[in-house]
Nanobody, 127 residues
Framework: QVQLVESGGGLVQAGGSQRLSCAAS????????MGWFRQAPGNEREFVAG????????YYADSVKGRFTISRDNAKNTVYLQMNYLKPEDTAVYYC????????????????????WGQGTQVTVSS
């Protein structure tokens, strides 16, 4: 069992930056692929970014490529999402998730690929 707790959400102006953190406890953090998803009101949950166990493999959704950066610190059991050049359409509840999949990181981007989820943190980007 893995417990995930996100933090760092809030209100930010368009063009600004924000960093989300996700702290994990429980079983070995480094044994999981980690991902970030988001869900805006009325929309389905969508993949944002994923990172391999070692951090050497990363994959982004096209909508955030070049603006968002995912990273992890296995010593601190934490995964991060640095968000720059934020847009109003980035407004959503952001979730971190852990996957036990052995697939390539670019293929591990569906909700059903992930075994554990955090409670989510709200990010609101004002125009």
């Amino acid at each position: 069992q893995v417990q995930l707790v996100e933090s760092g959400g809030g209100l930010v102006q368009a063009g600004g930056s924000q960093r989300l953190s996700c702290a994990a406890s429980g079983r070995t953090f480094s044994s999981y692929i980690m991902g970030w998803f988001r869900q805006a009101p009325g929309n389905e949950r969508e993949f944002v970014a994923g990172i391999s166990r070692s951090g050497g493999g990363i994959y982004y959704a096209d909508s955030v490529k070049g603006r968002f950066t995912i990273s992890r610190d296995n010593a601190k059991n934490t995964v991060y999402l640095q968000m720059n050049y934020l847009k109003p359409e980035d407004t959503a509840v952001y979730y971190c998730a852990a996957s036990a999949s052995n697939g390539l990181i670019r293929n591990v981007r569906q909700s059903y690929d992930y075994n554990y989820w955090g409670q989510g943190t709200q990010v609101t980007v004002s125009s």
